[in-house]
């Protein structure tokens, strides 16, 4: 009895492409031939359709369709979009309450359907000129404005509508975008704000016209790790979009009622076969119409398949298509249950350059290559050699199955005779005879490895390719670093930057490289407060309220383009020049990084402890370098850090002290044009916490200790005459008694006459004092007498 006697096959081998849908008789196609499981046809009429409605008044959102490559993810958006389209679709629907429910949608839409390109355009640019394109064809006409001129893309697409219903007054209009997760992921930082901004606009939108979204991606974007940078931002798009999941339940209704359809009489005998072998296999009689139903797919090859996230664009149903066309005209085994399990996806994955590319992927390829070459060579058990290397090929898969792939877990002896339903020539045909068989192999594999590749967990009785045993965890980092693109090395040193010189104070604004700063103005001993950016001008957000100086960090490696305006509180740091080590410290400081981010408990600490090294090693070259290295441009006037600070000592300064002396050297002129005629003062101050020197001063003039930051701070606001008070010689002083001396007996001065409020910030009228320096001027003629 062959195969081909039990099973209808009908492979799976193309893959659908969202724009087929634009033709009629395509779209019938697809909709005739998509399967639908009940809990896909539950999201379907849950989720989706009420969703697209726009007769019913409800808070609708965008959708996301969620379904890793190859499990038919642009076959079910072709479907829906298909349904909403053309009115006579729904009848040929197979599945009844979708039929029945899709009716709210039939034929009440126009559809533009996208697939996203490989671009460095917006997401807005590309959707807004393909909605141009279909207002064109439409005979309409319609432009979006430009990027610097948009004041809500709700409020145009809402434009857009108006002139689209004045057409078409019955209809909506459904935009369904495919790959959107393979787009996001080419994105930089800030990019991809910008995009998910447009992406939550457009679901916000769908609540309010009847413009619907629609947009497919293969793993959901709002628990991916690789987008925890943007998390708000993803917050906020989460809470207008709805998800609907293609699930492995889906995916085996998809084999059973399609790939591998089966007749009854075909059943029993499946059955028949099946029975002969269920006191081997713990759980094959509890589900055994399970088996039948996808035979010959054991149904924990789904499980497994699933589970494998690391591996993209795996395609369950053409993979399992080319799996039984191999099979197909072969004779079903007479003596083992012959089903296509786990383990026979370990050879599509050794053959597919796409999988053997990703390094984690390959780690796993390289380690068991060497324990299979072992055992082809070197095995002393000949009779059990096709089961060790079923073995060593099941817990291969399994590596890749779990989160972490030096994850000390794995399947038991039991979980590999049952999952891979493995089978031995053995006098006794019983479970526990074959699990002692197993367990057996499993231990010559490990003397056969000398101890090296499998662990065996005792405590829990699990096996699993062990990686650490012979882990490099520095060629890892260079791996992972060679694969870095010059928009990450900007990033990683944005962030050694930041560990340097901002150290551990929160951003200003989040989701921005931007932090609230100051910096000494030297002629008079103070700070002034303003704002670093890592970034261009025209990157960042709005800084409020305004300050007194912008220093920005430029990127390196990909350059901003942006225009200079020559702003005198505006100083640029450009890291011009690069030498090799810099670049070694770098990207193996940035690969460090990357390699810890996804890296288990039991390992992250080792990457983050190399990547401190890595980051000693560039402040170190930075401390040495940096005078030659970095081009520091102010009012359009470039120059090396080493001619701005000619004639100032800089032995023994930190990075962080070097870049804080330059800027206060090129803003001095700007902070004199601020603060004409301000204080000079002996001792340093830091204009955000002024409370320590004016206790001091309170407690001097109170008759207390008088200790120098007291003396030098009433030295400099011109209240001392030598070491007396003579507060009525200070210009500070006689702004306040002029004005009182202004005024008629008995009427007093208010404090609005005295303290100004701009940009949020309060200082005094005249010489733009602090309020804490006015108290001590004030303080000052109380005590001599001078007002009362």
């Known amino acids: 009895m062959k195969y081909s006697d039990l099973v209808k096959f009908e492979p799976i081998e193309s893959v659908i492409q969202l724009e087929q849908a634009n033709s009629a008789d395509a779209v019938r196609q697809l909709v005739q031939t ?56 729904a009848k040929i629907v197979k599945h009844k309450d979708v039929a029945k429910s899709a009716k709210a949608i039939s034929g009440k839409f126009k559809v533009v359907r996208l697939e996203l390109p ?5 997401l807005r640019n590309i959707i807004c000129g393909r909605l141009e394109d279909f207002m064109s064809d439409e005979g309409l006409s319609f432009t979006f404005p430009a990027d610097e001129q948009v004041d809500s893309n709700k409020d145009d697409l809402t434009n857009m509508m108006a002139q689209f219903n004045e057409k078409y007054p019955d209809h909506g209009l459904l935009l369904v975008v495919d790959e959107l997760l393979d787009y996001l992921r080419s ?40 987008f925890q940078f943007i998390a708000e931002s993803l917050r906020r798009v989460k809470d207008r979009f709805e998800q609907a999941r293609i699930v492995r339940q889906d995916v085996a209704f998809v084999v059973s009622e399609r790939l591998l359809s089966k ?85 599509f994955l050794q053959a597919n350059a796409v999988q053997r590319s990703v390094p984690e992927i390959r780690e796993v390829i390289d380690v068991s290559k060497v324990v299979e070459g072992q055992i082809q060579n070197a095995f002393t058990r000949p009779a059990l050699k096709p089961l060790a290397l079923r073995i060593v090929h099941g817990l291969s898969v399994k590596r890749l199955a779990t989160d972490d792939i030096r994850a000390k877990i794995g399947p038991t002896a039991e979980e590999l005779q049952n999952g891979l339903c493995l089978f031995a020539p053995i006098p006794e045909k019983t479970s526990d005879f074959l699990r002692t068989t197993v367990e057996a192999c ?69 989701g921005y490289k931007i932090w609230e700063h100051e910096i000494e103005w030297r002629d008079h001993k103070i700070t002034r407060r303003g704002y670093l950016f890592f970034g261009a001008p025209n990157e960042r957000s709005t800084a409020q309220p305004p300050r007194d100086f912008y220093l920005y960090f430029l990127q ?141 001063v309170i407690r001097w003039l109170a008759g207390g200790v008088k200790n120098n930051l007291a003396t030098a701070v009433l030295d400099g606001l011109e209240l001392l005459d030598g070491e007396k008070l003579k507060p009525h010689l200070s210009r500070y002083a006689k702004v306040i008694l002029e004005k009182l001396e202004a005024k008629p007996p008995g009427q007093v001065v208010n404090r609005k006459e005295l303290i100004t409020l701009k940009n949020d910030v309060e200082r005094e009228s005249r010489y733009q004092l602090e309020p804490e320096f006015l108290l001590i001027v004030l303080a000052s003629l109380v005590q001599n007498g001078n007002i009362t």
């Open 442 to 510: 499993l231990k010559e594999i490990m003397r056969t490895m000398s101890g090296q590749f499998i662990t065996h967990n005792t405590d829990n009785d699990q096996y699993y390719l062990d990686l650490q045993k012979t882990i490099d965890y520095d060629a890892k980092i260079d791996d992972k670093a060679s694969t870095l693109s010059e928009s990450q090395l900007d990033q990683y040193y944005f962030d050694a930057l930041t560990r340097v010189v901002v150290e551990d104070q929160s951003p200003y604004v989040r």
């Open 556 to 696: 390196p490696f990909e350059p901003p383009h942006f225009e200079d305006q020559k702003l005198s509180d505006e100083v640029f740091f450009k890291l011009t020049h690069r030498d090799k080590a810099f670049l070694d410290a770098l990207r193996l400081y940035a690969g460090a990084r990357e390699m810890g981010a996804s890296a288990s408990a039991g390992t992250k600490k080792v990457y983050e402890d190399k990547a401190d090294v890595f980051l000693k090693t560039l402040v170190a070259w930075l401390r040495t370098n940096m005078l030659t290295s970095f081009e520091v441009v102010y009012q359009g006037v470039p120059k090396k850090l080493v001619e701005w600070l000619k004639g100032h000592k800089t032995g023994g300064a930190a990075v962080r002290e070097l870049l804080e002396l330059t800027g206060s050297i090129c803003l001095a002129a700007s902070f004199e044009d601020r603060y004409p005629d301000y204080p000079k003062f002996t001792a340093k101050l830091t204009a955000s916490n002024l409370k320590q020197p004016t206790e001091d």
């Open 263 to 347: 007749t009854d009489e075909q059943r029993a005998k499946i059955r028949e076969h099946l029975q002969k072998f269920t006191p081997l296999y713990g759980g094959m009689a509890e589900r055994l119409e399970e088996f039948v139903r996808l035979f010959p797919v054991h149904p924990t090859y789904l499980e497994v398949f699933e589970a494998i996230s690391i591996a993209e664009k795996r395609e369950v149903l053409k993979t399992l298509s080319a799996e039984i066309k191999r099979c197909f005209n072969t004779d079903v085994p007479q003596d083992q249950p012959g089903l296509v399990s786990y383990d026979s996806y370990w050879d």
């Open 34 to 89: 998509f399967v639908i499981s009940d809990g896909m046809a539950d999201q379907l009429c849950n989720i989706v359709l009420p969703n697209l409605q726009f007769e019913t008044p409800a808070d609708n959102k965008g959708v996301l369709i969620v379904g890793n490559y190859g499990t038919g993810k642009s076959h079910l958006m072709s479907l829906i979009s298909g349904l909403a389209e053309h009115p006579d679709m």
């Open 118 to 122: 490989s671009t460095k355009k917006s």
């Open 187 to 226: 994105r930089n930082g800030q990019e991809i704000i910008l995009d998910l901004g447009f992406l939550r606009e457009m679901g916000e939108v769908c609540k309010l016209i009847r413009f619907r979204l629609i947009a497919g991606l293969q793993e959901s974007l709002f628990d991916n790790p690789k």
